[in-house]
């Protein structure tokens, strides 16, 4: 650009020196006929070369760009190669977005891009499909206009996309989508779908599995037991050299049925559908009877240890209650404490072996939480509690009776009452569970008049 200004200058420059030159050596008539008629004829050029550029712009093509003369020449030259550069680089954006559409496509699920106000402003072929949309005639429609589900509708615009959402398939109801929306810059949104048809089968095949195989155990189970107890109650009927291995069968037969217990309530649960009934719970006296029974659950695993106790106590707010399910929100709390209390040694010198059942509200939340002054948990475990058998200490649970389960269990429990399972630990100082219910459950009782 600098070059094209620099010999536009230089060619009015040398202009103006020519016609002072005539003007010296001739009249001024003559000199300024001389200029004028030069000043024009190089006014008419750049004219015409401006037609032939805007001729060009209507419909620019790298083929038919003018090829100029002198100043011009550079005007086109920089414009070829501007327009070349440009080509290319579309090109390069073309095959970029081409690469992007099929990785896109090949992907299995389902994805869609939202605008600021839930218009459909890209999706692939794949969440066509699954969602019941056409790109070519739905784009910039809002999504809500064309997926009428309440609860999609509900979870898009309560803009709390921490868990997925379950939907049925727009075209085939024995499918099953799950759909989660991320946020993303310039109030835009990614709508993802996943087909989980197949994987809520085999989910449905193992729950029956389970259920299946526990009931069938149980009876088998059930006598075995039964026989165990009847010939070491008899007198003579077992030697005194096999009745170690007679308490043995016996330890390990309860065992197994605290695990087919454990696992037919599981199963119970996870193929229980919809939410859990919302019955006013007295949780002061249903805290009560988890403390009592905690107390004696204590004594009776450390029965055979002078003096050994835990410190068990309750602080509740009297005045605050919860809807729900009496039985599995038992369930739920027990299962807790009682995992505190196995891991709690007891109190003696070194330890205070103290376990705190508290029931608050906090931020509009209840909150019912254990703290033990236990053992303690790694951090890399604490994600993993939750999990069917997943212990951090095999050979500890075993010993205290633990089937592995429990806390799976809790979190299926809470799941149901839309609560969440918070877990702190330090490693040597003890842990906090804590299972937080939302406000649409919780029941602030009047104060009782004094």
Known sequence: ???????????????????????????????????????????????????????????????????????????????????????????????????????????????????????????????????????????????????????????????????????????????????????LASKQKLLISRDMTQLEKVDVMRRDFIANVSHELRTPLTVVGGFLETLSDMEGAVPDNLKNYFTMMQEQTGRMRRIIEDLLTLSTIENSTGNSNNNEIDMLSLLKSIQNDAIGFSQGLHQDVKNAKHHIRLDADSELNLRGSLEELRSAFTNLVSNAIRYTPTSDAKNSGEILISWHLQDEQAIFSVRDTGIGIEEKHIDRLTERFYRVDRSRSRETGGTGLGLSIVKHILIRHQAKLEITSILGIGSTFSAKFPKARVVKKPAAVK
């Not at 600098?2 to 420059?13: C, E, N, P, S």
């Not at 010296?24 to 008419?44: D, E, M, P, T």
């Not at 019941?132 to 609860?151: A, C, E, F, M, Q």
Request: hydrophobic share 50%.
């Open 1 to 183: 650009m600098l070059d094209i200004r620099l010999k536009a200058g230089l060619h009015v420059a040398a202009l103006s020196i020519i016609c002072l030159f005539l003007w010296l050596i001739s009249s001024a008539v003559v000199a300024l006929l001389v200029f004028s008629s030069a000043l024009l004829a190089y006014l008419f050029s750049h004219i015409f070369w401006l037609n032939k550029l805007l001729y060009w712009f209507k419909k620019p093509a790298l083929k038919e760009i003018p090829q100029g003369s002198g100043l011009w020449e550079d005007i086109f030259n920089a414009l070829l190669k501007y327009e070349r550069n440009n080509h290319l680089n579309q090109i390069k954006l073309n095959s970029a977005l081409e690469r992007f559409n099929l990785t896109a496509n090949a992907i299995p699920d389902g994805l869609v891009i939202l605008g600021s106000v839930n218009e459909i402003e890209w999706c692939t072929a794949n969440a066509e499909n699954q969602l019941g949309l056409d790109l070519t005639t739905d784009k910039n429609l809002p999504i809500v206009n064309l997926i009428r589900d309440s609860h999609f509708i509900a979870y898009l615009y309560s803009e709390a996309y921490n868990e997925p959402l379950k939907l049925k398939h727009c075209r085939n109801s024995d499918a099953t989508l799950e759909i989660q929306v991320i946020p």
